[in-house]
């Protein structure tokens, strides 16, 4: 009996040391026109990790994605913590680079949310271009 509470203990203990505890989603931003920075579409991941994310991790995604989370927020109602990222997206100016970034991000998991064309994100324009 001893023997079985040992084991169901080390099994508790493993299970919160080595299994993802904390829900992220991933979002990104995936250019039209990565020149002008007119936003396409965006992008979503959702993944478990073992610690809590912060501003400035950096996720390999083991398929040749880097992101970089720029800000994370909490969702009560859904119990999720949201992440934005940023990813140095390849040079995208015409609809046939645009629509295969979409492609490799849908194969590779990724829910995509169209927006309207003619959108700038003006914050990451000025950000990323000093």
Known sequence: MIEYIILTLLVLIAW???????KIILSSPIFRNTETKELGCWAYL??????????????????GTILRIREIEWDKSEKTINCRTYYDQHICVDSEQYEHTKKIAAEWGWKLREVPSGHILSQWKDEFEK
Do not use: V
Not at 51 to 62: K, N, S, T, V, Y
């Open 16 to 22: 919160e040391l080595f299994f993802a505890k904390y």
């Open 46 to 63: 959702s993944m478990r990790i073992p610690f809590a994310p912060f501003p400035g991790l950096i996720i390999h995604d083991g398929k």
